[in-house]
């Protein structure tokens, strides 16, 4: 089947033909590297199926205009699947496939970088010995073992990320509005309420879908309720944070540390070189100049596993469509809470 993807970089290339060629290249891939928006669409003219990613924009116009050029198939090369109007795409009959777990180790792993780089001062610490300069000034962190960890959404990525810091010797709180068995077994883990969590932890760590009812839900208010000089780690969605609050945060040293791998407004920023250019969001600016910040572009999924597992879920999910089988990885209605 001829299939448009779009927001396409070699490395998307190179892991989506291979796993094409392995299932003896059932489709026809088209590669763009722009991303799917309403001024874009007009690419995928023609084509029954077409591919994306987080993004992308996949809004109401977008997606008439994809019924209207015969689309009949989205396939996500991801787990979220908040940048398309699931309520939409039902109504105009596009079906809406994605892939709902490649590899949680990696973005839990991307997690733990981020403590550590931020705990340890890794990042000034690599620039300073490049430097020939040995001293230690500022660079002093704490034990991880014995430090309160609070995860908030306890799901696959979240779950893995707890049994990671366990190994570290932290405590280990829970918020999830769905309590996951898994994560009530680790060794000292507790489910508590979110002002529990957000008054005992030491790090925490964001691992919640974006949904209505999770959109900033990191903002003045919750922020108040933390432990002076908290971290703060966000690898799961930008918007899960007002990101002004953080900044207050920093300034009023509430927050002691930022690792953020997502931002609210990354979709203008995030896999695209703009070092020969002008950065115009002034808040991403002012978020990166405070030395207790790290931000990472979108890249916890970025390792050769997860996308191996994303291309061959990818594939299997339009030869499933193709085929008129089963779709085990069908997204049907986006949830309201
Ligand atoms: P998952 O569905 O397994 O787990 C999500 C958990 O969040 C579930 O247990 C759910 O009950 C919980 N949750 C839902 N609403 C909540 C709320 N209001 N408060 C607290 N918890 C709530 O998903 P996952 O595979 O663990 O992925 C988690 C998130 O990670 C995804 O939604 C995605 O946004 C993000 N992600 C980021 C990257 C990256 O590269 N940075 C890659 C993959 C996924």
């Known amino acids: ?34 991303k799917l928006n309403e001024q874009t669409v007009s690419l995928a003219s023609g084509f029954p199926c077409i591919c994306i990613f987080v993004n992308d924009i996949a809004d109401e116009t977008t997606l008439k205009s994809l019924a209207e050029q015969g689309t009949q198939l989205i396939a996500l090369r991801c787990a979220g699947y ?27 792993e991307h997690a ?56 570290f010797g932290c405590h280990l709180l829970g918020y999830d509005v769905y ?32 949904l209505p009812s999770t959109h900033h ?24 944070v007002n990101t002004r609050a953080v900044i207050d945060g920093i300034k009023s040293r509430r927050i002691g540390y930022v690792g953020f791998d997502v931002y609210e407004e ?14 115009k969001d002034d808040t991403f600016q002012l978020l990166q100049s405070f030395q207790n910040v790290v931000i990472t572009a979108h890249q916890a999924f970025f390792t050769k596993n997860a996308l191996t597992a994303i291309a061959e879920t990818t594939i299997a999910n339009i030869s499933s469509w193709e085929e008129g089988n089963m779709l085990n990885n069908e997204v049907k209605i986006a949830p309201t809470s």
């Open 82 to 108: 908040n940048m398309i109007d699931i309520q939409a795409a039902a109504q105009l009959g596009l079906k809406v496939v994605r892939v709902p777990a490649y590899s949680p180790y990696a973005v839990a």
């Open 112 to 167: 733990v970088g981020l403590i550590l780089m931020l705990n340890r001062k890794l990042n000034k610490a690599y620039n300073r010995v490049r430097d020939d300069n040995f001293t230690l000034d500022g660079l002093l962190g704490f034990d991880l073992h014995n430090s309160t960890v609070g995860v908030i959404g306890t799901g696959k990525i979240g779950t893995i990320f707890a049994q990671i810091m366990q190994g």
């Open 1 to 34: 089947m001829k299939v448009a993807v779009f927001s396409t970089r070699s490395y998307d290339r190179q892991f989506l033909d291979l796993a094409n060629q392995a299932a003896n290249s059932p489709h026809e891939l088209e590669y763009f590297e722009t």
């Open 179 to 210: 309590p996951n068995e898994d994560f009530k077994g680790i060794e000292g883990a507790k489910y508590v309420d979110l002002p529990e969590l957000l008054a005992q932890s030491d790090i925490i760590s964001l691992h919640c879908p974006l």
């Open 266 to 279: 990354e979709e203008e920023l995030f896999f695209e070189d703009y070092s020969d250019g002008i950065i």
């Open 217 to 240: 839900l990191i903002n003045q208010e919750t922020i108040e309720q933390m432990k002076p000089g908290v971290m703060l780690i966000n690898t799961s969605r930008g918007q899960l």
